[in-house]
Structures are given as structure tokens and as C-alpha cells.
């Protein structure tokens, strides 16, 4: 594959994961919020197989197959078990109007361009749109978890925020060292673990959600 | 002025929309009864609709004035003319001045003020009711298309949909860019608003609280309902058309003998299929969303157009 091929792919699949960014600030539902993040973790996957094929680094076909196996497959079915197992309302509790959670995602989507286009054409040549795409995914991830009451919902946001992360760092160095990406694999799965088990702790205990914590004084 | 398209082919084109307008619907609906279990009508029950409610008298309100009568066939005038600006056979501009996307756009606009404004006059309440909720969602819609177009016509240099289509050469999906993705997305979202389906609008539903644009046309009758029901048909495969000409050019270029022409108008049924298939599925997966929940579904076209057009442009 030719260089120019590889920049066009990884702008596309850029651009679809906008697509999934998108879909989970607007969705109603938790489960859809969940498919939509392990959709964008499966472009990611793809994503890193495609620089690996072009690039011929080993590391990146594991990163690949990590990527597809935890983050694609493992982490939302394990959320899927815990809506399931809590009995919560299925419904995302947004803290302001989805409509305007959306909006403030525009502003960023178009905020990252516009500060990604002051590093001029060094940026197009090293990265496409790779830089803007990751920075505005990040941001939106962080909107998502300031902005929904519910642990659940801000875990979906932690991890389409950690996605961003990784698209960008993966299309800007054409691949980390391998031992960074699996702490950084392994540092997800860690924050997953320790939220699921804080948020089922939390409800079997005292039969509240994060957001009813804010009105304990110590 | 010259163009790929003269003025026979444009009109042989207007044509065969209008007449292929009312199958679009039965296939819909017919798929829909399929997907539901159900034998359904046959494909061909639009046109057997429309020669009946020609054949009958019309009834007119009391309080309805002598406008009332002209909306019918002010609205599927425009909506015919909006239909002449889609390329259907042949790719290019046109050989003589006829207007572009934005003036298409504007014709469904002025299609949709009509009727809303005929809906009003007879005075009845779900007439009224109808309206005011189609004119809530038309300027969330209309803005929306506006912008998808814009995307595709900043790369192409031009609004005239036959020459856009023509840039987007025949290389259809590899040619996609960034920003083509998103733009389908956003039109993918809005497109069951702008041909009043399921979520947005429910066209199976005569006199519930739910619909909006049949509640536009219970006043009227007879010739005058056939009139506003082949507008709604026409408007329909225009819109298909739209998407097509956008997102799907793979239109044969070679040759302009019939041959050529039958091989245009093939590839152009084979695309408002698969659109239609993407119709039926829509339909019967999802419920119809509350009136106040429209605004969120429609603000994620809304979102995707705007970051499509961003990718173009920054």
C-alpha cells in the first residue's frame, strides 16, 4: 500500500469514528452507548492493522488483536453484564440537555481543527486529519463523563476518551513501543475493573448511584 | 450554453420520476408487510389509490377560501419541477439554465409552506395541528440538507447536481472521502424526516394524535387529494434521487444512444432500491419517537453535516 492509500484510509475510518463519537453523546440509552464505543474500538483495531500492514511493524498486529479482544469485545460485554446485573434504568442521565451536550461537541470537533490547522503543513504531512480527529475525540470523551450522572455512562465516556488517545498517538508515531500500548491497555482494563466493582459495592450497600454522593459532607 | 443533458432528455427524465414515484411507495410499503409478516398490498396499490380518488367528487369546508383549491396543484406543480432538476439518466449539467441543488431544496420548501398553508385555511384542528408540527420540523431539516449539500459541492465546485454527480465520477466508493462518510451519515438520519417515515413521521396513520403530514392533507379530496398524494410520492423519489446524485454517481458514462440511456436509468433504479430497502428496514425496526424527541434525533444529522462540512473545510 502506497503512503497516500494509508493517509485516506486512516482519514475515513477518522471520520467514522466522529460518526460513533457522535453517536454516543446522543444516545438515550446506555446499551447504545456501549455498542457505539465497542464500534469505535473495533475501527481502532482496524485502524492500527491497516498501519501495521503498511508499515510492517510486528508490534502493531498485536496492539491490533488487543485492541479487538478488550476493548471491541471484552469491556462492553463486561458493562453489558453489569446493566444487566444491576437492574439500573436503562435510560442515560444527562446532567444538561443532550441537545446541548451535542452542540458543546461541535464546538470542540471544530476547536480541535482549528488549532490543529496552526501547525500548518507539517501536520498534513506527518498525520492527514489523524491529530485533530484524536484530539477531538479525547475532549468529547471528557464532555461525556462531566456531563452523565450515572458511573456507567462515565465509564463509556472513559474509554471513548481513552480511544482517542490511542488513535492518536498510534497514527502520529506510526506505532508506539509495545510495552507503553499494553500499559496503556492495561491501565483501561484496571480503571474498568475498580469502577464496575465501586459502582456494584456502592448500589448492594447503601442502594445509591455515584451521583447521590456529591451530597455527603464529611 | 452547453450541457450533457438537453431539453428532451430532462423532460423524458421528469417524466418517468412522476410515473415511478407511486412504486417506490408500494414497493416500501410491501417490503414493510413482508418484514411484519403480513401479505400486504400488492406494489401497484398507489396507483389504483390515486385513479380512484381521481375519479371521485370533491368536498370542500365551509370556511376554506377560494384559494383552498389551487393548493393541490400548486404543490405538486412545485414539487414536479423540483423533480426535473435531478439527474436521473445521465450525468452532466444541463444544455440549457435550469437550477441547481439549492433551488431544488427551495421548491420542496415551498411544496411544504403550501400545504401547510392549505392545512390552516380549512380550518380543521388536526389540519392545524398538523401544520404547526410539520413547521417545527422543517427548520430543523431543510438547514441540514442545505449543509450535506454544501459538503460534496465545496469539493466539486458547483451546486448543479448533474455536474456534482459527474465529479464524483464513476470510481463510486473508493473515491469516498472523509467527509463523504459523514455526510451520508447525516443524510441517512434525515432522510426518513424529509420523506415523512417512521421515526419522524408515521405515514400509515390517518386521525391519531401522531402524524403530521397526512393531518396536512385530511381536509382536501377527491382530484385534490390525488394531486396532493402524487406530490407526496414525487417528492419522495426526488429526494432518493438527491441522495443519489450526492453519494452514489455510478451511473455508465459512455455513449449516448439508447443503450447508454437504459443503462442510466438502470443503475438509477438500482440505487433508489437499495434506498428503499433502507426505508423498509427503518420502518419496521423502530418506533415512531415523541414530537419532542425529533429535535436530538434530527440535531445528530445536524452534528454529523456540520462536521462533515468542518472536515472539508478546515
Known sequence: MSSETVHAIIDDIGALLLFTMILIVAAGQIYRAIYAVAAQSLLIAIAAAVLAASTGNRDLWVIAGLTLGVKAIGLPWGLHVVVQRMNVRREVEPVIPIAATLALAVAIVVMAFQVSASLGPIRQAITGNALPVGIALTLTGVLVMATRRTALTQMVGLFASENGLFFTAMAVTQGMPLIIEIGVILDVILAALVMTIMVLRVRSTVDADIADLDRLRG | ?314
Open chain 2, 1 to 314: 450554453m452547453t450541457g450533457d443533458r438537453p431539453l428532451e432528455l430532462v423532460l423524458l427524465e421528469l417524466t418517468l420520476l412522476v410515473l415511478l414515484g407511486p412504486l417506490v411507495t408500494g414497493a416500501i410499503q410491501k417490503m414493510k408487510a413482508r418484514l411484519q409478516c403480513r401479505q400486504g398490498a400488492g406494489v401497484l396499490q398507489p396507483y389504483r389509490d390515486l385513479a380512484k380518488l381521481l375519479r371521485k367528487g370533491t368536498v370542500q369546508a365551509d370556511t376554506a377560501s377560494g384559494f383552498f383549491w389551487a393548493i393541490p396543484i400548486l404543490v405538486l406543480a412545485s414539487t414536479v419541477a423540483a423533480g426535473a432538476l435531478v439527474p436521473v439518466a445521465r450525468l452532466g449539467p444541463p444544455g440549457f439554465p435550469l437550477g441547481d441543488a439549492v433551488m431544488l431544496l427551495g421548491l420542496l420548501a415551498l411544496a411544504r409552506f403550501l400545504t401547510a398553508i392549505g392545512a390552516l385555511d380549512a380550518g380543521g384542528a388536526f389540519g392545524g395541528m398538523g401544520a404547526s408540527r410539520e413547521m417545527t420540523v422543517a427548520p430543523l431539516v431543510e438547514p441540514v440538507l442545505m449543509m450535506v449539500v454544501f459538503s460534496t459541492a465545496v469539493a466539486a465546485g458547483t451546486t448543479e447536481l448533474g455536474a456534482l454527480a459527474a465529479h464524483r465520477g464513476t470510481s463510486w466508493f473508493l473515491a469516498w472521502r472523509a467527509a463523504d462518510f459523514l455526510g451520508f451519515a447525516a443524510m441517512l438520519v434525515l432522510l426518513p424526516a424529509e420523506t415523512g417515515r417512521i421515526p419522524v413521521d408515521n405515514p400509515d396513520t390517518h386521525l391519531e394524535l401522531t402524524m403530521l403530514h397526512e393531518g396536512m392533507l385530511l381536509e382536501h379530496s377527491g382530484p385534490g387529494l390525488g394531486c396532493m398524494m402524487l406530490a407526496s410520492h414525487t417528492r419522495q423519489i426526488v429526494t432518493l434521487g438527491l441522495v443519489a446524485a450526492l453519494f452514489f454517481p455510478v451511473t455508465p458514462m459512455g455513449g449516448s444512444g439508447a443503450l447508454a440511456l437504459l443503462l442510466g436509468v438502470g443503475s438509477f433504479a438500482v440505487k433508489v432500491g437499495v434506498l428503499v430497502v433502507f426505508l423498509a428496514l427503518v420502518e419496521s425496526s423502530y418506533a415512531k419517537l415523541r414530537l419532542f424527541r425529533v429535535p436530538q434525533y434530527l440535531g445528530v444529522g445536524f452534528v454529523c453535516a456540520l462536521v462533515a462540512l468542518a472536515l472539508r473545510i478546515l
